[in-house]
């Protein structure tokens, strides 16, 4: 099978590490890619936010499968262009996208579906930010109400902070406040082919900067798959899944299918464990970053047929995906000053020794060639991927692997999974 994966970051590069230990191993192309997913598929230099472009080339070069690795393709109405065409594609349409686009638009959907979630305002004034915020008190939940590449959220006891990131998002496109929810927080990926669906292994992330959930969100410092302590709380991994697959993500699929906009491609469920049960915290209509890095190293079934079963109606009746007994955890390098404005184009050092740690794999997020050196690009510049038996095997092997890389200033945080180690 010939594929095609959109995207330039870590998410992407772990789903072609994914998909080319297939055997036989499908025939995978990247665009626009980095100097990691480079090292090992052939990446093309084509706009992936260009729904001409991207079907022109899919057309010309026989891809049978396109795969929308991030969120802003699927708003801008690549999987569109592509279904026009008769291509099979992995990813939402525009309309069905707004679930990841607008949380106004999240919020009515699983009000319609009953499906679990806090209580929300969209604030359209200071004023009506100001109110909501009074109403649902401290601590503060401020979200950006379009795309923000995860750095919209605000959770604070800080009013002023409260109101001036409320100011910001009002000045971009608008912003919701919502109830505080308090817990245990919980990624799962559901894979959806407009009527069904199927869950991978659920993860946990890390969006603070520092240790001990300390400093300003992020786009995600780390993770860990599976969730040991899920046992404890639902009798089993596959209970909790069955629970999630029931009232949310049936629920959501099957009401937008009823309005005309069905969701074929990942469904990607935040989660939190409150006192009063699972609650939505957020939708996205992709892979999530860096969860991706820790689920999928550990899938047992090929993941195209898992994505091309999606894409084309077939997912129906698809046995539950199988996963490995090892565990994975990531850790993410970010560049100084990050998730503020990171310092880039320094020079990057010590891969191929952390590469020897066993059990070890690095996706790249943020990297490019400069002649022979391997300098970054952006914030999030790699994730460090390890599996093992254990968590405490995984978690000293991750760490073993960042101490041979070398970026100046670079950060990232020292907990990464302690909890369950």
């Not at 906009?261 to 996205?284: K, M, Q």
């Not at 970010?334 to 998730?339: D, G, I, L, V």
Request: net charge negative.
């Amino acid at each position: 099978m010939k594929i095609l994966v959109l995207g330039s970051g870590a998410r992407e590069h772990a789903i072609i590490t994914a998909l080319i230990r297939e055997q036989p191993r499908p025939t995978v192309e990247c665009a626009p890619g980095n100097a990691g997913i480079a090292a090992e598929v052939p990446s093309v230099n084509l706009d992936p936010n260009d729904p001409v472009a991207v079907t022109d080339y899919a057309v010309l070069h026989s891809i049978e499968l396109v795969v929308i690795g991030p969120e802003a393709p699927l708003v801008a109405g690549v999987a569109d262009a592509l279904r026009a065409r008769g291509i099979a594609v992995f990813g939402p349409d525009q309309a069905a996208a707004a679930l990841e686009g607008s949380k106004t638009f999240a919020k009515r959907i699983m009000d319609e579906a009953g499906v679990p979630t806090g209580r929300a305002v969209r604030a359209g004034t200071l004023a009506e930010a100001e109110s909501a915020l009074d109403e649902f008190g401290a601590p503060y939940v401020v979200k950006a109400d379009g795309l923000a590449a995860g750095k919209g959220v605000l959770v604070t006891s800080d009013r002023p902070a409260a109101i001036a990131h409320a100011t910001y998002w009002l000045e971009h496109g608008g912003v919701l406040i919502e109830e505080f929810l308090d817990g245990q927080e919980i990624s799962l990926f559901l894979l959806s082919d407009g009527q069904n669906v199927l869950a991978l292994s659920p993860a946990q992330d890390y969006k603070r900067a520092l240790d001990a959930d300390a400093g300003p969100n992020t786009g995600g410092m780390g993770a860990y798959s599976p969730l040991p302590w899920l046992d404890a709380e639902f009798g089993s991994e596959n209970a909790f899944v069955d629970e999630i697959i029931d009232t949310v993500a049936l629920p959501t699929v099957r009401q937008l299918a009823t309005e005309g906009t069905p969701f074929v491609g990942l469904l990607y469920c935040g989660l939190i464990l409150t006192d009063a049960g699972i609650r939505v915290i957020e939708f996205n209509a992709r892979f999530g970053d860096p969860e991706t890095q820790v689920v999928l190293p550990r899938l047992v079934t090929p993941l195209s047929s898992l994505l091309l079963a999606a894409a084309t109606g077939a997912l129906g009746g698809h046995p539950r995906p199988e996963f490995s007994s090892d565990v994975a955890v990531t850790v993410v390098l970010a560049s100084e000053n990050y998730p503020q404005e990171p310092l880039v184009g320094r020079e990057i050092t010590g891969l191929d020794a952390a590469l020897a740690v066993e059990g070890v794999t690095i996706a790249h997020a943020a990297t490019r060639l400069d002649g022979d050196t391997l300098v970054s690009t952006g914030g999030r510049v790699l994730s460090v991927v390890a599996v093992g038996a254990t968590f405490a095997e995984a978690r000293a092997r991750a760490y073993e692997a960042l101490g041979h890389v070398s970026l100046a200033g670079a950060h990232f945080r020292t907990d990464i999974a302690a909890r369950v180690a």
